[in-house]
């Protein structure tokens, strides 16, 4: 598709990422470029939908795809509600450092 076409694809999932963030949560940290890689991700199965049948290891290409949101998914909400839940034990290096809050929507 060109470099240029990913780019702009990658750069509004990156805006919309922030953009949504900021509007439901405020009081987070934003940390990395993951607008960005699901709006690629999206982008490759929208792709793998509409050109199921002209691609070669379709099947194969559509289950990775799947998995890997699946589990990035699944540990974002463990982190997010389950994690917190569990007692964890006092830091050794920094007794008072509370880590800031990082957004996982």
Same mark, same amino acid.
């Given at each position: 598709?060109?470099?240029?076409?990913? =780019?702009?694809? #990658?750069?509004?999932g990156v805006f919309a990422g922030a953009l949504g963030t900021s509007v439901v949560d405020s009081e987070v940290y934003l940390v990395g470029a993951s607008g960005g890689v699901y709006a690629i991700l999206a982008a490759h199965l929208a792709n793998l939908t509409l050109n199921y049948r002209q691609m070669r290891f379709a099947s194969v290409q559509l289950l990775a795809v799947l998995i890997f949101v699946n589990?990035?998914?699944? #540990? =974002?909400? #463990?982190?997010?509600?389950?994690?917190?839940? *569990?007692?964890? &034990? !006092? !830091?050794?290096?920094? !007794?008072?450092?509370? &880590? &800031?809050? *990082?957004? #996982?929507?």
């Open positions: 598709h060109g470099s240029a076409r990913i =780019a702009i694809v #990658y750069c509004a589990c990035d998914l699944g #540990y =974002a909400l #463990y982190t997010q509600y389950l994690d917190s839940q *569990v007692e964890k &034990p !006092p !830091p050794a290096v920094w !007794p008072n450092y509370d &880590p &800031p809050p *990082v957004s #996982y929507v």
